[in-house]
């Protein structure tokens, strides 16, 4: 029965290592995106660093694009958070990251990179507690677009609210500030 009892003791801690190595395998980044960001509204600046794990499907893609035309950007919140696992995860130097719950890269004729990501706003107690307009605005946008080479510029839309046009049919994308964040000098990075 000791003898028994030992060894479980040795195979769990085995295992949880085991474990742990095909977590961190599964969740390394299949291509990472380093840009400089400039907030010409603010006057601030700083690196971004955006890592995708995985592209979003075909199924989730046309999931939040229903639960947008169902139920509008509530709707779209609740299914975007629920997405799992996230596609990556994006971070500011010197911040905490956050991650991403969809990313989509489309290849345009010329062989550029069109590639769009989504995740919810942090919103700040205050903004809740408050009740101010910007808690409308649930969403963070990039947009980005690269070159054959990987090399590029964007745009980050920190504070946006997503509605459908039912009329066009399309989706309408609000700015809560006046201007986007741009992103230049976006390189392509070996994860």
């Not at 975007?80 to 989509?104: C, E, H, K, Q, S």
């Not at 290849?107 to 507690?129: F, K, Y």
């Not at 605005?137 to 510029?153: A, P, R, S």
Request: with cysteine.
């Amino acid at each position: 029965m000791r003898k028994n009892s030992r060894v479980t003791l040795l195979a769990i801690p085995c295992l949880l290592v085991v474990a742990a190595v095909l977590l961190a395998e599964k969740s390394k980044p299949i291509v990472r995106y380093r840009a400089f960001a400039a907030s010409l509204e603010r006057g601030r600046s700083g690196t971004v660093e955006m890592y995708i794990n995985r592209w979003s499907t075909d199924q989730e893609r046309d999931a939040l694009l229903a639960a947008l035309q169902e139920g509008g950007q509530d709707k779209l919140l609740d299914a975007l958070t629920r997405v799992r696992p996230p596609v990556g995860n994006m971070r500011i130097a010197g911040r905490l990251g956050w991650d991403l719950y969809f990313a989509r890269s489309r290849v345009q004729p010329d062989g550029s990179l069109h590639i769009v990501m989504a995740t919810n706003r942090s919103v700040a107690w205050g903004e809740i507690a408050q009740g101010t307009r910007s808690t409308n605005y649930q969403f963070t946008l990039v947009e980005l677009h690269l070159d054959k080479d990987g090399k590029g510029e964007g745009k980050i839309v920190p504070a946006a609210r997503v509605l459908w046009d039912k009329e066009q049919r399309k989706i309408e994308i609000e700015n809560y500030s006046a201007l986007p964040i741009d992103l230049i000098q976006v390189n392509t990075l070996k994860p």
